[in-house]
Nanobody, 129 residues
């Protein structure tokens, strides 16, 4: 079992940037595809992006692909979400999640939250206008 802990959230002005981190413990992170999701108050959890086991493939929600970048450092057991040009509508709790399924199905399943096996507790991002 892997434990995930997000950090790096906070309050930022519109147009600003933040980098979120997701640190894993208990298992080697390279065993997992990783995803980022977010959930705003009163809304369903939303796919942000995902990165494959060694970082060779990334997927993003269309509304974020030009502003957000996912990366990973398996040696540090950490996944990152770099967010730029932040907007008030990006305000949400951001979660990282680990996928233990087969890499063959990864492109098909990585956008669905119920594909993931482990979740962090989330970190709050608030973007002020």
């Amino acid at each position: 079992q892997v434990q995930l802990v997000e950090s790096g959230g906070g309050l930022v002005q519109a147009g600003g940037s933040l980098r979120l981190s997701c640190a894993a413990s208990g298992r080697t992170l390279s065993n997992y595809g990783m995803g980022w999701f977010r959930q705003a108050p009163g809304k369903e959890r939303e796919f942000v992006g995902a990165i494959s086991w060694r970082g060779g493939s990334t997927y993003y929600a269309d509304s974020m692909k030009d502003r957000f970048t996912i990366s990973r450092d398996n040696a540090k057991n950490t996944v990152y979400l770099q967010m730029t040009s932040l907007k008030p509508e990006d305000t949400a709790v951001y979660y990282c999640a680990a996928y233990l399924g087969t890499p063959f199905k990864w492109p098909q399943y990585c956008r669905a939250s119920d594909s993931y096996d482990y979740w962090g507790q989330g970190t709050q991002v608030t973007v002020s206008s």
